[in-house]
């Protein structure tokens, strides 16, 4: 698996959990996502399997290029404002890694 592809793989597995999280919290999904989150998770990935500048940026909440139709951009955003800050509670291991290759990559990438 290439470099592209790994990042590819963990920002849809973040992305996957932060839908998870949303779900059960919000739409009380307990045997699994809503049609509406899974919908949202479907778009994502494909989104994320479609991206031309995986190589170059951070991750999707990063990226200035915004390539979601505006209302699955609206829902996104809403997902990752309320499963961000939970993140460190579910997926700890998850959330601490994200911080830490964002952080890194904000450093690559500034001029």
Same mark, same amino acid.
């Given at each position: 698996? $290439?470099?592209?592809?790994?990042? @590819?793989?963990?920002?849809? %597995? ?5 839908? %998870? =999280?949303?779900?059960?919290?919000? !739409? ?15 778009? %994502? ?10 190589? $170059?940026? $951070? ?5 200035? +290029? ?9 829902? =996104? ?10 993140? =460190?509670?579910?997926?700890? +291991? $998850? %959330?601490?890694? !994200? +911080? =830490? ?6 450093? @690559? +990438?500034?001029?």
């Amino acid at each position: 698996m $290439t470099d592209v592809q790994s990042k @590819r793989e963990r920002e849809k %597995a973040v992305v996957s959990k932060m839908i %998870a =999280i949303y779900c059960k919290k919000n !739409h009380s999904g307990k045997g699994g996502l809503c049609q509406e989150c899974l919908e949202l998770e479907t778009y %994502a990935r494909f989104r994320s399997d479609k991206c031309p500048f995986m190589e $170059t940026k $951070t991750f999707c909440s990063n990226c200035k +290029v915004h390539c979601y139709k505006p209302e699955m951009r609206e829902k =996104i955003r809403e997902v990752m404002r309320f499963s961000g800050p939970r993140m =460190i509670f579910y997926h700890p +291991v $998850t %959330a601490i890694r !994200h +911080v =830490i290759e964002s952080k890194k990559e904000k450093r @690559r +990438v500034k001029p």
